[in-house]
C-alpha cells in the first residue's frame, strides 16, 4: 500500500468514527447541560466547596467564578511545583525555578500545556497526577462551560442569567470528562501505553552506557491530555514516545479524542438553541476547513524532491516511522487546528510550508474544531463577526438566531478577535527587537523566527505544541509565555461572558423574508470566508518573513 492511501484511509476511518460519536455524545451534553437533577457525587462537591449549583448567575457572577477558581488553580499548582523537593514521590527530582513553575502552572490552567522543561526529567508522580493530571480535567471542563453560558444567551431571552458555573464545571468533570477519559485510558493500556507509579530504573546498553526511564501514570493522563485538548507530554517527546503513543492505531485513537468533543459540542449547540440544523451548519465550516488544512499539509509532507525524500516516501525528518507522512500530518493538523498541542511528529522539521499550515491553523483561533468550548465560542464570534458583514452588504441590521447584533454586540465580538494577534505580534516583536531573546533560536533566518513567532501563537491561543528549535527555558520566555497564557485564555472570555449577557437579555426578533438563513450552505461559505481573510489580513506580514520566506526559498 502506497504512502499516500495509507493517508487517505486514515482519514477517512476518522471520519466514520467521528461521525458515530457526533448524534450520541452531542444529544448527550446538552442533556447533561441542561438537567435540573445533580447526581450524589455532585452535590458531595458543591457541599465541600460551599456552593449553591441551583442559584442562577448573572455574566459578571459567572466571570468571577471563572477567574477566581482558575487563580487558585494557578497559586496552587505554582506552589506544588516549588515545593515538589520535600514531597513523597518526587523521584529525587527538585523543585521547580520560581519562573518555570509561574509558566508551567499558568500553562496547564490555561488548557495551554506549554512546557519549557523535560516531563520525564523535572516533574515527579505528585506533581503529574496531583497537579497537572488535574488541570488538565478542570480547565478543559472551563471551556466547556464559558462555550455553554454564550449558548445559553442566544437560547434565551429577557434575562441576564447564563447558568451557574459551579454547577458547570462539576457537571462537564464528573459526566462528561472522566468517564470518557477512563474508557479511553483502558484502551491505551490495553494497546501499550504504560499505567504505573514505578521509579527511575536504567534500561539496556546504549552506544556503551544505559539509559534511565522512569514510568508513571502515563496512559491516564495521555487519555485526558487528548480529550480535553490539553497537550501536554509526561514525556519529552510527548506523542511520538512509545510510552504514550506504542502504535499506528493509538495514533489515530488520539487524534479521535482530541477531535470527538469539539465536533460534538456543535450538536449541543444546536440542540440547546433548538435549530439542529444550526449546528451542522458550524460543523460544516469546522470541517471544511479541518479537512482542507489536512489535505494541504498531506500534499506538502508527501511533495518529495530529491532521491532521499522519494526513497522515504515522503518528508520524513521529524516523523516516526510508526506513523509515517499521512499520520503525522494527520496529527499535526489537528493539533493544532485545536488547542491541543499535542505533537507525534517535530513540526520544525516539516517542509517550510509544513510549518507555515501548523501556525495558521493556530492563528484561525483554532476553531476547526479548536479546543473543548473556546472551538465553540470562537466560531460563534467568527459567526457574529460573518452575519455583520452580510448586514452591511444587504444594508440592514444583522442578525443571528433570533438576536440582534448591535453595535454593543459587534464591539465586543471585534475586541475578542483583536486580543490574540496583538499578544502573538506584539511579544514576537519584543523578542526580536530585543538582544537576549533572540540567542535562544537555535537557527538564523526564516527558520529561526519562524520559532519565536510560532512559539507566542502556541502560547496566546492556548495550544501550547512548540516548533522546537527555541531555548524556552529562559526568564524571559518562561514570563512572557506565561503572560501570553494567562492574557491569551481570560480577555477573550470576559467579551465572550459579556456578550453572553447582552444577548440573553434580548427580546427574539421573528424571522422575516429578509433574515439571512444562517443554517444554509451560502452561510457556511461566507463563515469560511470570512475566517479566512480576517486571519489572512492579520498574520500574512509575519507568515511572510517566516514560513513562507522559507517555503518558497
Same mark, same amino acid.
Given at each position: 500500500?502506497?504512502?499516500?492511501?495509507?493517508?487517505?484511509?486514515?482519514?477517512?476511518?476518522?471520519?466514520?468514527?467521528?461521525?458515530?460519536?457526533?448524534?450520541?455524545?452531542?444529544? /448527550?451534553?446538552?442533556?447533561?447541560?441542561?438537567?435540573?437533577?445533580?447526581?450524589?457525587?455532585?452535590?458531595?462537591?458543591?457541599?465541600?466547596?460551599?456552593?449553591?449549583?441551583?442559584?442562577?448567575?448573572?455574566?459578571?457572577?459567572?466571570?468571577?467564578?471563572?477567574? !477566581?477558581?482558575?487563580?487558585?488553580? $494557578?497559586?496552587?499548582?505554582?506552589?506544588?511545583?516549588?515545593?515538589?523537593?520535600?514531597?513523597?514521590?518526587?523521584?529525587?527530582?527538585?523543585?521547580?525555578?520560581?519562573?518555570?513553575?509561574?509558566?508551567?502552572?499558568?500553562?496547564?490552567?490555561?488548557?495551554?500545556?506549554?512546557?519549557? =522543561?523535560?516531563?520525564?526529567?523535572?516533574?515527579?508522580?505528585?506533581?503529574?497526577?496531583?497537579?497537572?493530571?488535574?488541570?488538565?480535567?478542570?480547565?478543559?471542563?472551563?471551556?466547556?462551560?464559558?462555550?455553554?453560558? #454564550?449558548?445559553?444567551?442566544?437560547?434565551?431571552?429577557?434575562?441576564?442569567?447564563?447558568?451557574?458555573?459551579?454547577?458547570?464545571?462539576?457537571?462537564?468533570?464528573?459526566?462528561? *470528562?472522566?468517564?470518557?477519559?477512563?474508557?479511553?485510558?483502558?484502551?491505551?493500556?490495553?494497546?501499550?501505553?504504560?499505567?504505573?507509579?514505578?521509579?527511575?530504573?536504567?534500561?539496556?546498553?546504549?552506544?556503551?552506557?544505559?539509559?534511565?526511564?522512569?514510568?508513571?501514570?502515563?496512559?491516564?493522563?495521555?487519555?485526558?491530555?487528548?480529550?480535553?485538548? %490539553?497537550?501536554?507530554?509526561?514525556? %519529552?517527546?510527548?506523542?511520538?514516545?512509545?510510552?504514550? %503513543?506504542?502504535?499506528?492505531?493509538?495514533?489515530?485513537?488520539?487524534?479521535?479524542?482530541?477531535?470527538?468533543?469539539?465536533?460534538?459540542?456543535?450538536?449541543?449547540?444546536?440542540?440547546?438553541?433548538?435549530?439542529?440544523?444550526?449546528? /451542522?451548519?458550524?460543523?460544516?465550516?469546522?470541517?471544511?476547513?479541518?479537512?482542507?488544512?489536512?489535505?494541504?499539509?498531506?500534499?506538502?509532507?508527501?511533495?518529495?524532491?530529491?532521491?532521499?525524500?522519494?526513497?522515504?516516501?515522503?518528508?520524513?525528518?521529524?516523523?516516526?516511522?510508526?506513523?509515517?507522512?499521512?499520520?503525522?500530518?494527520?496529527?499535526?493538523?489537528? +493539533?493544532?487546528?485545536?488547542?491541543?498541542?499535542?505533537?507525534?511528529?517535530?513540526?520544525?522539521?516539516?517542509?517550510?510550508?509544513?510549518?507555515?499550515?501548523?501556525?495558521?491553523?493556530?492563528?484561525?483561533?483554532?476553531?476547526?474544531?479548536?479546543?473543548?468550548?473556546?472551538?465553540?465560542?470562537?466560531?460563534?464570534?467568527?459567526?457574529?463577526? !460573518?452575519?455583520?458583514?452580510?448586514?452591511?452588504?444587504?444594508?440592514?441590521?444583522?442578525?443571528?438566531?433570533?438576536?440582534?447584533?448591535?453595535?454593543?454586540?459587534?464591539? #465586543?465580538?471585534?475586541? =475578542?478577535?483583536? $486580543?490574540?494577534?496583538?499578544?502573538?505580534?506584539?511579544?514576537?516583536?519584543?523578542?526580536?527587537?530585543?538582544?537576549?531573546?533572540?540567542?535562544?533560536?537555535?537557527?538564523?533566518?526564516?527558520?529561526?523566527?519562524?520559532?519565536?513567532? =510560532?512559539?507566542?501563537?502556541?502560547?496566546?491561543?492556548?495550544?501550547?505544541?512548540?516548533?522546537?528549535?527555541? %531555548?524556552?527555558?529562559?526568564?524571559? =520566555?518562561?514570563?512572557?509565555?506565561? *503572560?501570553?497564557?494567562?492574557?491569551?485564555?481570560?480577555?477573550?472570555?470576559?467579551? $465572550?461572558?459579556?456578550?453572553?449577557?447582552?444577548?440573553?437579555?434580548?427580546?427574539?426578533?421573528?424571522?422575516?423574508?429578509?433574515?439571512?438563513?444562517?443554517?444554509?450552505? #451560502?452561510?457556511?461559505?461566507?463563515?469560511?470566508?470570512?475566517?479566512?481573510?480576517?486571519?489572512?489580513? +492579520?498574520?500574512?506580514?509575519?507568515? !511572510?518573513?517566516?514560513?513562507?520566506?522559507?517555503?518558497?526559498?
Amino acid at each position: 500500500m502506497s504512502p499516500v492511501l495509507a493517508g487517505v484511509l486514515q482519514l477517512l476511518a476518522l471520519i466514520g468514527a467521528l461521525a458515530l460519536a457526533y448524534v450520541p455524545l452531542g444529544t /448527550y451534553m446538552a442533556r447533561v447541560y441542561s438537567s435540573e437533577k445533580h447526581l450524589r457525587v455532585e452535590k458531595w462537591i458543591y457541599k465541600g466547596i460551599g456552593a449553591n449549583p441551583d442559584t442562577e448567575m448573572r455574566w459578571t457572577a459567572y466571570l468571577r467564578g471563572v477567574l !477566581a477558581f482558575s487563580a487558585a488553580g $494557578v497559586l496552587f499548582l505554582y506552589l506544588l511545583q516549588r515545593l515538589q523537593g520535600g514531597l513523597p514521590g518526587s523521584l529525587g527530582f527538585s523543585s521547580i525555578e520560581p519562573a518555570q513553575a509561574f509558566d508551567t502552572a499558568a500553562s496547564f490552567v490555561t488548557n495551554t500545556n506549554w512546557q519549557s =522543561y523535560y516531563g520525564e526529567q523535572a516533574m515527579g508522580h505528585v506533581v503529574q497526577t496531583a497537579g497537572l493530571a488535574v488541570q488538565n480535567f478542570v480547565s478543559a471542563a472551563v471551556g466547556i462551560a464559558v462555550a455553554v453560558a #454564550l449558548v445559553r444567551g442566544f437560547a434565551r431571552s429577557r434575562t441576564g442569567e447564563l447558568g451557574n458555573f459551579w454547577a458547570d464545571l462539576v457537571r462537564g468533570t464528573v459526566r462528561v *470528562l472522566v468517564p470518557v477519559a477512563a474508557v479511553a485510558a483502558v484502551v491505551l493500556v490495553a494497546c501499550g501505553a504504560i499505567q504505573n507509579f514505578s521509579g527511575i530504573h536504567e534500561v539496556g546498553q546504549f552506544m556503551g552506557g544505559s539509559q534511565a526511564w522512569n514510568g508513571g501514570a502515563v496512559a491516564s493522563q495521555e487519555a485526558i491530555k487528548e480529550l480535553g485538548t %490539553n497537550g501536554g507530554g509526561y514525556f %519529552n517527546a510527548n506523542s511520538a514516545h512509545p510510552f504514550e %503513543n506504542p502504535t499506528p492505531f493509538t495514533n489515530l485513537f488520539e487524534i479521535f479524542l482530541i477531535l470527538v468533543i469539539p465536533l460534538a459540542l456543535t450538536r449541543t449547540f444546536g440542540v440547546m438553541v433548538g435549530s439542529v440544523k444550526q449546528g /451542522y451548519a458550524i460543523l460544516a465550516t469546522m470541517v471544511t476547513i479541518w479537512v482542507g488544512f489536512v489535505a494541504l499539509m498531506m500534499w506538502t509532507e508527501f511533495a518529495h524532491h530529491g532521491p532521499a525524500l522519494q526513497a522515504a516516501g515522503g518528508a520524513m525528518e521529524g516523523k516516526e516511522t510508526r506513523f509515517g507522512v499521512g499520520g503525522s500530518a494527520l496529527f499535526g493538523v489537528s +493539533t493544532t487546528l485545536t488547542s491541543t498541542g499535542a505533537v507525534d511528529s517535530f513540526h520544525s522539521s516539516f517542509t517550510g510550508l509544513g510549518g507555515g499550515i501548523t501556525m495558521l491553523g493556530m492563528m484561525l483561533g483554532e476553531i476547526a474544531p479548536g479546543g473543548v468550548g473556546s472551538g465553540l465560542y470562537g466560531m460563534l464570534i467568527m459567526a457574529i463577526i !460573518a452575519v455583520f458583514i452580510a448586514g452591511l452588504m444587504v444594508g440592514r441590521t444583522p442578525e443571528y438566531l433570533g438576536k440582534k447584533i448591535g453595535p454593543r454586540e459587534i464591539k #465586543l465580538a471585534a475586541c =475578542y478577535i483583536l $486580543v490574540t494577534p496583538a499578544l502573538v505580534l506584539v511579544f514576537t516583536a519584543a523578542s526580536m527587537a530585543l538582544p537576549t531573546p533572540p540567542n535562544s533560536m537555535l537557527n538564523s533566518g526564516a527558520h529561526g523566527f519562524s520559532e519565536v513567532l =510560532y512559539a507566542f501563537t502556541s502560547a496566546s491561543n492556548n495550544n501550547g505544541s512548540a516548533f522546537a528549535g527555541l %531555548n524556552a527555558n529562559t526568564d524571559w =520566555y518562561n514570563t512572557t509565555t506565561g *503572560l501570553a497564557m494567562l492574557l491569551g485564555r481570560f480577555v477573550p472570555m470576559v467579551f $465572550v461572558l459579556a456578550l453572553a449577557g447582552s444577548l440573553a437579555g434580548q427580546r427574539p426578533v421573528p424571522a422575516t423574508a429578509g433574515t439571512l438563513r444562517t443554517e444554509k450552505p #451560502l452561510f457556511t461559505g461566507l463563515l469560511v470566508g470570512a475566517i479566512l481573510i480576517i486571519t489572512g489580513l +492579520t498574520y500574512f506580514p509575519a507568515l !511572510a518573513l517566516g514560513p513562507l520566506a522559507e517555503g518558497l526559498a
